[in-house]
Each structure stands twice: as structure tokens, then as C-alpha cells.
């Protein structure tokens, strides 16, 4: 990933992060009276906002649910409580101290674990021992701490950069590994085979992980193409920035603030049960939770022409339903601290998910959504409004008319010299529809960020790939069409060619050279001369 930016792309990254520190959300109302208290607390004496505390805390607490918990919402419907937090704030806003909270409670747990472990087993080695936290590591080192740990790992990044660039696609095996991550978001199993020792198999996996960032890295996250969707799966927050003062801090934290360490071995115990754990909805729980997920698919829905925000959109479901699992665990969790509950029985109602619950959850996957549209580049919307545009946003928009309307464009692009187009070219040249006046971000009508989603149209026709690729010098990400032959394109794909009357012999010669053996201005000339 790129760490240095030029003037214009931190003044455009600035301008979006200023309106994600906007996007708020009462944290008293969805935390919960005590836990909120709690968190709080915290807060002032690490001289932070509440989210800093937050966000850690409720992905710990999805990693105490345990492997064999999950969320129901029908028969066929179940999610593991799972959760990516990615938590982006300014240098000087306390995230480490913040996370350090956190992470020294799951400590104190693990250090009791391993203390345990060797009572039992006194010639247990260090490598024997049960891991809770990882922060750096190679995808073999983690499938050994997570087949120690029963499936499960928490990780804790005071900088998920170290995460992201341990996947850079230019390493050896990062694409495999990359998939890897990808997988463990749904628990998926988990079979690798090593060099110097036998194949290893774990059946399902229980991956939490919650990190710290600078928001320009969202920023450009966000602004690429998203080939993979692993920024669909990240649940990012930016919170406004807090100043405290001398007088602003809680020196010592009040007696009655309830243990973080204690909530979080509540959470363990209640979810260690010989039996699958399973979260269930009252009726008017179940009712509320689908209003929500029908609110989301419209949102998904009206984003016809941007696939990134499709993609945003998409995952929300399933992760609207794990926030809920969480949140229910969280206050039960408290709830036991508080009253001094014995926590090796579950009781009936305590893995029942009500309204409330769903009504918190909801709450907090809109700033989510919100706080990554936000950060993200204008919404893509092919109109005609523009000479040089493509669609309509119409509501019943389809294949056929955006060909129709974008056929000129879509030939100018394919007779472009060479076998591939990368998005600062296609900018360069036109080669794609410009952005409607209202979502430009000043006078430019290409933006290099608006060719991604038109490449990822002319994909799903079967012209081409979309490909996305980080620099293995200036560590840029960059996003490329590649074109396909006549002879690899199904037979809908060369009707289209038809249709927008590609010439054969002309299209295969283009391929020839970067530049191509076509007069390119005369090519561009009768293609403007035929989008008249």
C-alpha cells in the first residue's frame, strides 16, 4: 500500500475524512448503560474517544462467543460471530494506549491459560502452549497458534498496515495467503501443507481481528477497485477527534468501574458449554432484523452502477446479524459482572436476541456503511446528462441499454493499442464515461477512480478482467482491464462485439503493440464521429 501521498490526494483524502468524523452515533445508547460507564472510564484515562475503547472491546468479546457459537436467523441462515474492526484515526489520538486496554485484559486471560495448561502439562514447551493474541506472524505461524488454540485467534494491530502489507500481492504466495484471510471471515476450514512437516487441517476457524490506522489509508482502500472483497468485509469507524485536558482525566478510574478483564472471562465461561451455543430472535427480533435487511439491499440496489458500494452493501447482512450476536454476548456478559452471577449455566433467555438488540445493531452497522461511504471516492453513476456519458441511473437499468448507450465508448476502449488498459490511462484518454457534474470532485470529468467500475462492466460482459496490482517499487496499487481475444470471448461476448461494430481483423491487430498499429487519433475520431 502507498504511505506517501502527493498535495492533491491529501486534499481530496481530507475532504472525505472530514465528513466520516461526522458520521456519529450515541455510543451510550448502543453500548449499554454499564458498559458504557465502563468504557468511558477507560476513555478519559487514555485521553481518547469512547470508540477507541469500543470497537477492541466488543471484537474481543466475539472472540470469547468460542468457536461453536453463531448466530441464527433460519435453518439456513447462520453466522459465526466474527468480527474485523478497523478503527482510523490522526497520529496523537491515543490508539495504541487505547488498544492497550484491550489487549491487556486478553493478556491477563491468556497468561491464566498457559498457567493452567502447564499444571496439566508440566513438560508442555512454549510451543505447546495455548495463544490467544497475535499481532505479527506468517500465515504458518498463525495456522499453528490457531491449531493450538482450538480454531480461534484474536488479533490486535496498533497498525493494521502491518496486516495489509504482509498481503502484498508481489510476495511470494501473498495471493494464496490473501485468500486465506478471505476464507476465515466465514470460519471456513482451514487445510495447509508445509515443507518440513505433515499437512495440517483445522475443521473451522474463529478469526477476530481489530486494528488501528491512519484514515488516508482507508481513504485509498476505499478509493480501489475492491477486486477481492476484503474491504467489503472490514467494518471501519473514524471517530471524531477528542482533546482532554489536565482537568478532563479520571486519576485513578472510579472504584465501582467494572473489570474489562472479568467481563471478558464471563464471556468465556458462559460460552464454554458442551454444546453448540446458539443465538436465536424473538418474533418482533426477527421481524425488526429483516426491516433492516430489506433496508439494505434497497441501498445496495440503488448503487447499480458502482461496484465497490455494491459490494459494501452486500456483506452488511451477514454483518449486521454478528454485531446483534455480539452485542446480545456483551450484555449478558456485563450483566453477570454486575450482579455477581454464576456464568458456567446459561440461562434460557441468555442467548435470545430482541428488538432492542437488533435496534443497537443496526445503529451501529449504519455508521459503519456510513463512515465507509464517507471515506469513499463519489458514487459512479452512468447519465446521459453528459455528452460523454454512458446510462441513464434508471431503476430497471440492464445489459442491453448500457451497451446501447456506451457502445461508442466501449469500442474506443477496446481499440485502444494493446492487450490492457490500466485505469490512469483510460483516464488519460477518455476511454471511459464521464462523471456526472454533481459527484465530481472539481472540474475533473475522468477521475482515475471512476474507471474501476466501468473496467468491471465490460468484465461481466466477457470482454475482459479487471486486474489490481500493488508496485513492487512505489508500492502503488493500480487497476487494469485486460482484454480478451475474439477466440476466448463466448459467443455473447463477440455478438456484442457485433453490435457495437468491432471490426475483427482491427481489434486482433490492436493487440500488437502498446501503442498499437492503428492511428489512434483517427480510431478516436470515428468513434466521436459515431457517438454523435
Known amino acids: 500500500m502507498n504511505t506517501n501521498f502527493n498535495k492533491d490526494t491529501l486534499k481530496r483524502f481530507k475532504k472525505r475524512i472530514k465528513a466520516a468524523t461526522k458520521v456519529t452515533v450515541d455510543m451510550a445508547d448502543v ?54 474492526f478497523v478503527v482510523a484515526a490522526r497520529k496523537g489520538g491515543k490508539k495504541s494506549p487505547a488498544l492497550e486496554r ?20 508440566p513438560d508442555a514447551t512454549s510451543r505447546d502452549l495455548p495463544q490467544i493474541l497475535v499481532e505479527q506472524f506468517s500465515f504458518e505461524e498463525l495456522h499453528d497458534i490457531m491449531k493450538r488454540n482450538n480454531g ?50 483445522l475443521p473451522k476457524t474463529h478469526a477476530n481481528f481489530c486494528g488501528m490506522i491512519q484514515p488516508n489509508y482507508v481513504a485509498e482502500m476505499l478509493e480501489q477497485h475492491d477486486s477481492d472483497g476484503l474491504v467489503d468485509r472490514l467494518l471501519m469507524v473514524c471517530p471524531q477527534e477528542v482533546s482532554y485536558y489536565r482537568e478532563d482525566y479520571v486519576t485513578p478510574m472510579p472504584e465501582d468501574t467494572p473489570s474489562m478483564k472479568e467481563l471478558l472471562q464471563n464471556c468465556l465461561t458462559l460460552h464454554r458449554q458442551d454444546d453448540d451455543v446458539v443465538y436465536t430472535f424473538t418474533d418482533a427480533g426477527i421481524d425488526h432484523l429483516l426491516q433492516c435487511h430489506d433496508d ?17 452493501y452486500s456483506k452488511a447482512h451477514g454483518q449486521l446479524v454478528r454485531i446483534c450476536g455480539a452485542l ?18 446459561l440461562q434460557p433467555n441468555d442467548t435470545v436476541i430482541d428488538e432492542s438488540v437488533v435496534r443497537r445493531a443496526y445503529k ?28 441513464e441511473d434508471k431503476e430497471n437499468i440492464n445489459q442491453e441499454v448500457f451497451v446501447g448507450d456506451t457502445g461508442a465508448k466501449i469500442k474506443k476502449l477496446l481499440m485502444y493499442g494493446g492487450d490492457s488498459i490500466t485505469a490512469s490511462v483510460a483516464a488519460q484518454k477518455r476511454l471511459f464515461p464521464s462523471l456526472p457534474k454533481h459527484q465530481r470532485e472539481g472540474n475533473n470529468t475522468h477521475p482515475v477512480s471512476a474507471a474501476s467500475p466501468f473496467f468491471s462492466r465490460l468484465a461481466n460482459l466477457g470482454l475482459g478482467a479487471v486486474e489490481s496490482a500493488v508496485h513492487p517499487v512505489n508500492k502503488k496499487r493500480s487497476v487494469t482491464f485486460r482484454k480478451r481475444k475474439l477466440d476466448e470471448m463466448s459467443t455473447e461476448a463477440k455478438e456484442l462485439c457485433k453490435k457495437i461494430k468491432l471490426d475483427d481483423d482491427d481489434y486482433e491487430q490492436c493487440f500488437d503493440s502498446q ?7 483517427a480510431v478516436d475520431q470515428v468513434v466521436d464521429y459515431l457517438s454523435k
Not at 446480545?328 to 449455566?345: F, P, Q, T, V, W
Open 31 to 84: 453500548a449499554g448503560e454499564d458498559t458504557f460507564r465502563m468504557v468511558q472510564a477507560h476513555s478519559k484515562a487514555v485521553g481518547c474517544p469512547v470508540e477507541f475503547i469500543f470497537f477492541p472491546l466488543l471484537t474481543a468479546i466475539a472472540y470469547c462467543t468460542g468457536i461453536q457459537s453463531s448466530v441464527r436467523v433460519n435453518p439456513e441462515w447462520h453466522e459465526k460471530m466474527i468480527l474485523w
Open 102 to 121: 484491550v489487549k491487556d485484559a486478553m493478556a491477563q486471560i491468556e497468561t491464566n491459560r498457559q498457567a493452567a495448561h502447564k499444571t496439566t502439562h
Open 152 to 201: 480461534s485467534v484474536l488479533g490486535m494491530f496498533d497498525e493494521f498496515l502491518t496486516l495489509l502489507n504482509q498481503l502484498d500481492l508481489f510476495k511470494s504466495g501473498a495471493s494464496l495467503d490473501r485468500k486465506t484471510l478471505l476464507s476465515l471471515n466465514g470460519g471456513a476450514k482451514w487445510s495447509r501443507n508445509f515443507k518440513k512437516s505433515e499437512p495440517s487441517n
Open 296 to 312: 439494505l439491499t434497497r441501498c445496495k440496489d440503488a448503487a447499480k452502477d458502482d461496484d465497490n458500494r455494491r459490494g459494501i
Open 328 to 345: 446480545k454476548a456483551l450484555d449478558i456478559s456485563m450483566g453477570a459482572l454486575i450482579h455477581n452471577r454464576d456464568c458456567e449455566i
Open 364 to 391: 451501529l452497522i449504519k455508521l459503519i456503511l456510513d463512515t465507509k461511504i464517507a471515506l469513499s471516492p463519489p458514487e459512479v453513476i452512468l447519465s446521459s446528462d453528459d455528452d460523454d456519458c454512458a446510462t
Open 515 to 521: 501503442r498499437g498499429h492503428l492511428d489512434t487519433q
